[in-house]
Antibody
């Protein structure tokens, strides 16, 4: 059974860098795309970026200038950094698996979610 | 980007009702559409992929249809566990989600 477990800082000040990591347990890491998705409180879902085990990436154009997604295949982990955060980046952040072997995916396994709050 | 809309935004229903949610894409996405169910404080759960394919373990009362720009999610007989928010998502281009439909009592 595939499980995604995520962790990272939950409270940031404006202009700081958001950093989250997601570990994948109980299944294959290769052959899939791994994504970050966020959901502001009480609002809808926004896809941020995806990466595969070979480091191929795709980004949401609206966030691309501030986002870095990376992968560590030795640990079956992938990570997200968002620079220069503002209150608008306050959201629950989810990691998720894309089952298709090519980019631009749907999401069949999700992490538990992590609330990141940006406040001065 | 491809914009997704859903209707209605809120749907009041009763146990046993047949419920239909519509999702529209701003341009043709063929059948590259997924449906998710989300409950409070939980991650979304995949229900349907490629417009009409039921994800493993999802009850057969859920079904999806459509292609191009218009899609529907139908719950044939609403159960107490089905009261939730439902989202559509296209993956023809970089993924975008609909705004959600709240199914409540």
């Amino acid at each position: 059974q595939v499980q995604l477990q995520q962790w990272g800082a939950g409270l940031l000040k404006p202009s700081e860098t958001l950093s989250l990591t997601c570990g994948v347990y109980g299944g294959s890491f290769s052959g899939y795309y791994w994504s970050w998705i966020r959901q502001p409180p009480g609002k809808g879902l926004e896809w941020i970026a995806e990466i595969n085990d070979r480091g191929s990436t795709n980004y949401n154009p609206s966030l691309k200038s501030r986002v870095i997604i990376s992968v560590d295949t030795s640990k079956n982990q992938f990570s997200l950094k968002v620079t220069s955060v503002t209150a608008a980046d306050t959201a629950v952040y989810y990691c998720a698996r894309g089952p298709l072997s090519y980019g631009y995916n749907l999401f069949d396994y999700w992490g538990q979610g992590a609330l990141v709050t940006v406040s001065s | 980007d491809i914009q997704m809309t859903q209707s209605p935004s809120t749907l009041s229903a009763s146990v046993g009702d047949r419920v239909t949610i519509t999702c529209r894409a701003s341009q043709s996405i063929s059948t590259w559409l997924a449906w998710y169910q989300q409950k409070p404080g939980k991650a979304p759960k995949l229900l349907i992929y490629k417009a009409s394919n039921l994800e493993s373990g999802v009850p057969s009362r859920f079904s999806g249809s459509g292609s191009g720009t218009e899609f529907t999610l139908t719950i044939s007989r609403l159960q107490p566990d089905d009261f939730a928010i439902y989202y559509c998502q296209q993956y023809s281009d970089y993924p975008t989600f609909g705004p959600g439909t709240v199914v409540d009592i």
